[in-house]
């Protein structure tokens, strides 16, 4: 209805009156169809964003339990709470957790480069220290 208005002519118009244009029938359907276009970019950018925000959630949750768990093994091989265990028993510990703080069950290389990319110092003894965060 609203298209048909502005294409009004006839005697209701003047000719010094700008009552309507044919311009009408081309303006109207391209608005309606990027107007669309719009509402359903914008529905799924909602969903997306609603969607990355779950998955970083539940990320931060497989997180901490993993870290938990690092902190359950620690305490089973380290009984007197002494912070410090041998690298063997370490790599032990990280064989057991699974990602992104353990290896699983890998082979002894790529064992050893994990080791190297959580960026822990091992003493000269050959021991690796416990610190909490907390």
Not at 49 to 62: I, K, R, V
Request: proline share 4%; glycine share 6%; with cysteine.
């Amino acid at each position: 209805d609203v298209m048909r208005e502005t294409q009004r002519q006839g005697p209701m118009c003047e000719v010094t009156d700008s009552c309507g244009t044919d311009a009408a029938v081309a303006y109207f359907p391209t608005f309606m169809v990027i107007v669309g276009l719009v509402i359903v970019n914008l529905v799924i950018t909602v969903v997306l964003e609603n969607f990355a925000e779950q998955e970083s959630q539940q990320t931060t949750q497989d997180v901490i339990v993993t870290l938990q768990q690092f902190r359950e093994q620690w305490l089973l091989c380290d009984p007197e709470a002494t912070g410090s265990l041998h690298a063997n028993k370490f790599i032990d510990i990280l064989k057991v957790l699974p990602s992104p703080i353990g290896i699983g069950s890998q082979l002894y290389y790529p064992t050893m480069v994990h080791v190297k990319k959580l960026a822990i110092s091992i003493s000269r003894e050959g021991t690796v220290r416990y610190m909490s965060s907390r």
